[in-house]
């Protein structure tokens, strides 16, 4: 079994900046691609940044320049910092990673902007 936890996530002002973590812990072989997630109120699941394993990044273009995804691979851990925050970033942020063939999920951390 392999458990993802986010933290990080909270109340900030329209302009801040938060960062979150996700930490795997479990049966983990070899850490391949981690990602965050993020789902809004009444929309659909996103993609926010992607971490693969060699170092490379991707975000979509409504994701680029505001939000960094990073890694600790010793650490089992995905950061995401996000900076510039505006109403529109109120979700849930969540992470997930690929290892040994399978895809998990963490339950995920509220980030809110008030308008």
């Known amino acids: 079994q392999v458990q993802l936890v986010e933290s990080g996530g909270g109340l900030v002002q329209p302009g801040g900046s938060l960062r979150l973590s996700c930490v795997a812990s479990?049966?983990?072989?070899?850490?391949?691609?981690m990602r965050w997630h993020r789902q809004a109120p009444g929309r659909a699941r996103e993609l926010v940044a992607t971490?693969?394993?060699?170092?490379?990044?991707y975000y979509p273009d409504s994701m680029k320049g505001r939000f960094t995804i990073s890694r600790d691979n010793v650490k089992n851990t995905v950061y995401l910092q996000m900076n510039s925050l505006k109403p529109e970033d109120t979700a849930v942020y969540s992470c997930?990673?690929?290892?040994?063939?399978?895809?998990?999920w963490g339950k995920g951390t509220l980030v809110t902007v008030p308008s």
């Open positions: 997930s990673l690929d290892t040994g063939g399978m895809n998990y």
């Open positions: 479990g049966s983990i072989f070899k850490i391949n691609t």
């Open positions: 971490s693969f394993s060699g170092g490379a990044t």
